[in-house]
C-alpha cells in the first residue's frame, strides 16, 4: 500500500474514499459488538465507560486505523470487559469474544450480498457471461480486458448502468475489510480474540493474558507483519473464503 501511495498518489486517494469508510465501519461495529454482549451478559462496564456507542471517536486506535488502511489488518481499542459480572465465565467471555468476530462476518456476508446485486445492475450482460462473479467482483483475472488499466479510465461501454460501480466498489470495500478483520481476530495469539476461544474451548487457563502475554503476543504479530507472512496469510485465508461464498452465490444464479 506504501509503493501505492508513492507509485499513483491520485489512484490511492480515490482508493481512500471507499477504504476509510470500510475500516471504520468494520472497527467501530465490531468492539461494539463486544461491549453489547457483555452488556447483555451482565456486564455494564463498557457502558459505564462510554463504549456503548457507534461514535468512531470511542474506538479507534491510532496505530491500529493507520495498519488497517495500509496493511488491511489492524484494531481498534479494546472494549473494557469485567468477568466477574458473569453468571457463567468462560461461556460468557467466549461469547463476547466471538461478539466481534460475528459482527465482521454478518457485515462480509451482508455487503458482498449487496455487491453481487450491485455487479449485476452495472455490467453489460455479454460481460457477466463471459467472466465469473469472483473475477469482476474482485476486479482482477479475466475481467481486466474489459478494464482500462489507469486512474479514472474505465471502459463505461462494457457497463450498463455505470452509477453502480460507486455502489460495487463501496460494497466490496466493506465486505472484504471485515473478512480481513475477522481472520486477524481469530489467530490465536493475545490479546486477539481468537486467543480467548482457544483459552475458553481448550486451555482452560485464566480468562485473560498477563500484559507480558499479550505484549509477547503483539510483539509477534508486528514481526509476522513487517516479515509479510500475516498479510499472506490472512490475504490466502480470505480469498478461501470469498472463492467458497463466490460458488454458493453462482450455484444460486448471483
Same mark, same amino acid.
Given at each position: ?16 474514499? $471507499? ?47 493507520? !495498519? *488497517? ?38 457485515l462480509f456476508l451482508l455487503? !458482498? ?8 445492475a452495472l455490467w453489460d ?8 462473479? !469472483? ?10 480486458? $474489459? ?7 474505465? $471502459? ?7 452509477? $453502480? ?10 465486505? *472484504? ?71 454458493? *452465490? ?5
Amino acid at each position: 500500500m506504501l509503493e501505492f501511495l508513492r507509485d499513483d498518489p491520485a489512484r490511492f486517494f480515490d482508493y481512500a474514499l $471507499y477504504r476509510v469508510p470500510a475500516v471504520l465501519i468494520a472497527l467501530v461495529l465490531h468492539e461494539w459488538a463486544h461491549g453489547y454482549v457483555a452488556f447483555r451478559l451482565g456486564d455494564p462496564t463498557a457502558r459505564d465507560l462510554g463504549r456503548l456507542t457507534l461514535n468512531p471517536l470511542a474506538h479507534l486506535d491510532p496505530w491500529g486505523a493507520v !495498519m *488497517m488502511l495500509f496493511l488491511g489488518f489492524g484494531w481498534a481499542k479494546p472494549v473494557p470487559i469485567n468477568p466477574r459480572y458473569f453468571r457463567n465465565p468462560r461461556r460468557d467471555d467466549l461469547l463476547v469474544s466471538i461478539a466481534g468476530v460475528t459482527m465482521n462476518m454478518v457485515l462480509f456476508l451482508l455487503f !458482498m450480498t449487496l455487491g453481487a446485486a450491485a455487479d449485476r445492475a452495472l455490467w453489460d450482460p455479454e460481460v457477466i457471461k463471459q467472466t465469473t462473479l !469472483m473475477e469482476r467482483l474482485s476486479f482482477r483475472g479475466d475481467i481486466l480486458p $474489459y478494464l482500462q488499466l489507469g486512474y479514472g479510465g474505465y $471502459y463505461e461501454e462494457w457497463f450498463a448502468h455505470p452509477s $453502480y460501480l460507486p455502489v460495487l466498489r463501496m460494497t466490496t470495500q466493506i465486505a *472484504m475489510v471485515n473478512l480481513h478483520i475477522a481472520i486477524f481476530n481469530l489467530i490465536p495469539l493475545p490479546p486477539l480474540d481468537g486467543s480467548h476461544v482457544l483459552n475458553d474451548l481448550a486451555l482452560k487457563r485464566g480468562l485473560f493474558a498477563s500484559p507480558a502475554m499479550a505484549r509477547a503476543g503483539m510483539g509477534i504479530l508486528m514481526l509476522l507483519s513487517f516479515t509479510g507472512w500475516l498479510g499472506r496469510g490472512i490475504s490466502i485465508a480470505a480469498a478461501g473464503v470469498q472463492s467458497g461464498l463466490f460458488s454458493v *452465490m453462482e450455484m444460486f444464479g448471483a
